[in-house]
T-cell receptor, first 114, second 114 residues
């Protein structure tokens, strides 16, 4: 099945700093790719997605581009806020069949200091 | 539209007991997946149900089981609880569970086994 590797955290940044969280994947074909965010004490929220190569997903100032050449889907934000402090997960479907099994990276904790 | 709801939110059980967790998906969603989240293992897929049938299963022992009802609501059951079953159990729903469709997560049930 497919797999995903995510940069380890924690990542500590000052407010308004630039954020990059690396995510690389191994997959059969070109599956959709996702970034989820988990705020303290909550479940996961879909942050953004990309469904095909060269697609750019964006939401709340976050962006990620589906790069098939480098098999990457790095998450970026130009200016982080304290409210962005959370755990971020890169994810993709386990296989190419039509099922709901997602494979998640290990998660990257982001802490933004004022 | 109401989101995914999970009940109960918190649960404390004793080793050897059994527990049932409930998940109500977003209206119109027919796929429900369950995940276990622990600090050591991260997010691990338990199983997926679609139209009352288990469509996919993760690598968990038979003590973990689930079912889905005709209204798409799902339950998971863990029998003979072990200390290692302490975790956040997340339910996610999707329209069909296909690889292009994102999953929407509930807030989770925090299970503590003592």
């Amino acid at each position: 099945g497919n797999s995903v590797t995510q940069m380890e955290g924690p990542v500590t940044l000052s407010e308004e700093a630039f954020l990059t969280i690396n995510c690389t994947y191994t997959a059969t074909g070109y599956p959709s790719l996702f970034w989820y965010v988990q705020y303290p004490g909550e479940g996961l929220q879909l942050l953004l997605k990309a469904t095909k190569a060269d697609d750019k997903g964006s939401n709340k100032g976050f962006e990620a581009t589906y790069r098939k050449e480098t098999t990457s889907f790095h998450l970026e934000k130009g200016s982080v806020q304290v409210s962005d402090s959370a755990v971020y997960f890169c994810a993709l479907p386990y296989g190419s069949s039509n099922t709901g099994k997602l494979i998640f990276g290990q998660g990257t904790t982001l802490q933004v200091k004022p | 539209k109401a989101g995914v709801t999970q009940t109960p939110r918190y649960l404390i059980k004793t080793r050897g007991q059994q527990v049932t967790l409930s998940c109500s998906p977003i209206s119109g969603h027919r796929s429900v997946s369950w995940y276990q989240q622990t600090p050591g293992q991260g997010l691990q897929f338990l199983f997926e149900y679609f139209s009352e049938t288990q469509r996919n299963k993760g690598n968990f022992p038979g003590r973990f089981s689930g079912r889905q009802f005709s209204n798409s609501r799902s339950e998971m059951n863990v029998s003979t609880l072990e200390l290692g079953d302490s975790a956040l159990y997340l339910c996610a729903s999707s329209i069909t569970g296909g690889t292009s469709y994102e999953q929407y997560f509930g807030p989770g049930t925090r299970l503590t086994v003592t």
